[in-house]
């Protein structure tokens, strides 16, 4: 399918189907700020109660959603070690 860059070659139903996407993605984009704000009011709570770095809260989290520990901790030390290795000897 062509891509389309003239408003006058959409029908009214193509028109439509824009407005409504539009729309969802408005919707979407609501939803993702209000998360991203819950979020960030976790992080400072947490931070403030406890005293935790809220970057390592952030990274703890997402390793914990995507279930990717033992692949950070290899890329952790993947970096530990061509970092040591290269720059330590400057």
């Not at 028109?15 to 979407?28: A, I, T, Y």
């Not at 952030?58 to 993947?78: G, I, P, Q």
Request: charged residues 35%.
């Amino acid at each position: 399918m062509a891509v389309v860059t003239n408003v006058s070659a959409l029908s009214e139903e193509d028109k439509k189907k824009v407005r409504l996407c539009v729309r969802e993605l408005n919707d979407s984009m609501l939803r993702s700020s209000a998360e991203r704000e819950l979020q960030k009011e976790a992080l400072k709570i947490v931070a403030a109660e406890v005293g935790v770095d809220k970057k390592l809260v952030r990274r703890m989290a997402k390793a914990y959603f995507k279930s990717n520990f033992t692949s950070e901790v290899e890329a952790n030390t993947a970096f530990e070690e061509f970092y040591s290795k290269i720059l330590k000897t400057v």
